[in-house]
């Protein structure tokens, strides 16, 4: 699809934001109006818009994508998705640890353990951490206290949530973004430091350069769709 349109104006719908092109409102893939919870958002989302030239390029246009996802498929059921994204928690990348060497396990323990210990005091729960790869269970509590404040959110905020957890591997390091207790660039590092670890020994070719400007993009858009549903 080419640009056909010339103005792209934001407008309420109700108790939300809609986006109109041309006054046109702007409908999802499932012919859904495209309306979102937080002005912010829906002036970003209109940006994308106003940014298209020639083709629509869906790549160029992650907070749509994640508004579009919210509407049609995470709304239809998303205490079904929260489950699902909460089974993250039961072997989260905060609890596997580096058995050597030093600095490496220095590393981890500085950047993951405080993000356990904000879990454990926010959600009153216990965590089981293991050398190695090997799975070690998390009490049973834990995984229903994670699942709970999983389900707790929204279509929007599981949206933004999935891109955050699918690329760090971690519920834990996604939910202190969530609820403001990290940084964004607080959790990438948490997120990458064996993978940083192993370029610094080793270095890092082409490919693996190509997937974390990937992930790095999509863990962006996630955490920038999470914020603007704040404001």
Do not use: C
């Not at 937080?38 to 508004?67: F, H, K, Q, S």
């Not at 957890?165 to 660039?185: C, F, I, K, Q």
Request: no cysteine; proline share 5%; hydrophobic share 45%.
């Amino acid at each position: 699809m080419k640009r056909f349109w010339t103005d792209v104006t934001v407008t309420a719908e109700g108790d939300a934001q809609g986006i109109a092109l041309d006054g046109k409102p702007i409908r999802t893939p499932g012919r859904a109006l495209l309306t979102v919870p937080t002005r912010a958002l829906a002036e970003a989302i209109a940006d994308e818009w106003r940014g298209v030239e020639g083709d629509v390029d869906p790549r160029a246009m992650p907070l749509t994508g994640l508004a579009n996802a919210s509407i049609d498929s995470i709304a239809r059921d998303p205490a079904g998705f929260a489950t699902t994204l909460a089974k993250y928690g039961e072997s989260d990348l905060l609890y596997y640890r580096a058995e050597e060497p030093a600095p490496l396990v220095e590393r981890q323990r500085a950047a993951w353990d405080p993000a356990l210990d904000w879990a454990r005091t926010r959600y009153d729960v216990h965590f089981e951490t293991a050398t190695g790869v090997m799975h070690r269970a998390q009490p049973p509590a834990t995984i229903e206290r994670l699942r709970e404040a999983t389900a707790a959110r929204d279509a929007f905020a599981l949206a933004g949530l999935h891109h955050i957890v699918t690329v760090t591997g971690s519920l834990v390091l996604a939910l202190a973004l969530a609820e403001g207790a990290m940084t964004p660039d607080a959790v990438w590092h948490a997120a990458r430091i064996d993978e940083d670890w192993q370029i610094e020994m080793w270095g890092e070719d082409d490919l693996a350069a190509q997937a974390t400007a990937a992930h790095k993009a999509d863990f962006d858009a996630g955490a920038r769709f999470l914020a603007l549903l704040l404001n």
